[in-house]
T-cell receptor
Framework: AQSVTQLDSQVPVFEEAPVELRCNYSSSVSVYLFWYVQYPNQGLQLLLKYLSGSTLVESINGFEAEFNKSQTSFHLRKPSVHISDTAEYFC?????????????FGKGTLLTVNP | GAGVSQSPSNKVTEKGKDVELRCDPI?????LYWYRQSLGQGLEFLIY????????KSGLPSDRFSAERTGGSVSTLTIQRTQQEDSAVYLCASSKQIGSGNTIYFGEGSWLTVV
């Protein structure tokens, strides 16, 4: 079975500060990795994903995440956050191969960016 | 439609009543998922449909929960004899094709409150 741990339930930061949202997973098989974002009063939307190739993946709004197989981590980072980045962020994994196509999510990290 | 559509957006029901939640996936998407989002609990997988294959019902929490997908498109999640612990946001999602690396697109959810 696979599981996802998001180590911080809440992360408050000031605008223009750097941020890291931590995600660790456990799985007996290879996985695909995702970060989803949920802005206030909106549905979830994909932020970025790692499927294969370069272990560093980027989103269009300045976030990046790095797949670290040895540490089974997929931490999300941004060098300088904006007020508009305030949202809940969910890390998720799915099983590479086989017939199990569901996403397993962490419990989420609420990022609050203060002026 | 342009995105995953869910109805109703909000539902308040009395304990013991049955409720039906509807999901209209993105046109052409063959995979459809239901998740439940409770405060502080992240996203909990409920059920997954893929084309004409048997659904993966492994996440349904009890036999009061059921779902069907008619004609490979619209899906209905039914909760019988609702309990207060069923109060949550029920999220529907769809993806274009089979394969665990595919992006899953979420609707905005149906907020269920059992009183």
């Amino acid at each position: 079975a696979q599981s996802v741990t998001q180590l911080d339930s809440q992360v408050p930061v000031f605008e223009e500060a750097p941020v890291e949202l931590r995600c660790n997973y456990s799985s007996s098989v290879s996985v695909y990795l995702f970060w989803y974002v949920q802005y206030p009063n909106q549905g979830l939307q994909l932020l970025l994903k790692y499927l294969s190739g370069s272990t560093l993946v980027e989103s269009i709004n300045g976030f990046e995440a790095e797949f670290n197989k040895s540490q089974t981590s997929f931490h999300l980072r941004k060098p300088s956050v904006h007020i508009s980045d305030t949202a809940e962020y969910f890390c998720a994994v799915s099983w590479r191969g086989g017939s199990n196509y569901k996403l397993t999510f962490g419990k989420g990290t609420l990022l609050t960016v203060n002026p | 439609g342009a995105g995953v559509s869910q109805s109703p957006s909000n539902k308040v029901t009395e304990k013991g009543k049955d409720v039906e939640l509807r999901c209209d996936p993105i046109s052409g998407h063959t995979a459809l998922y239901w998740y439940r989002q409770s405060l502080g609990q992240g996203l909990e997988f409920l059920i997954y449909f893929q084309g004409n294959s048997a659904p993966d019902k492994s996440g349904l929490p009890s036999d009061r929960f059921s779902a069907e997908r008619t004609g490979g498109s619209v899906s209905t999640l039914t909760i019988q004899r609702t309990q207060q612990e069923d109060s949550a946001v029920y999220l529907c999602a769809s993806s274009k094709q089979i394969g665990s690396g595919n992006t899953i697109y979420f609707g905005e959810g149906s907020w269920l409150t059992v009183v």
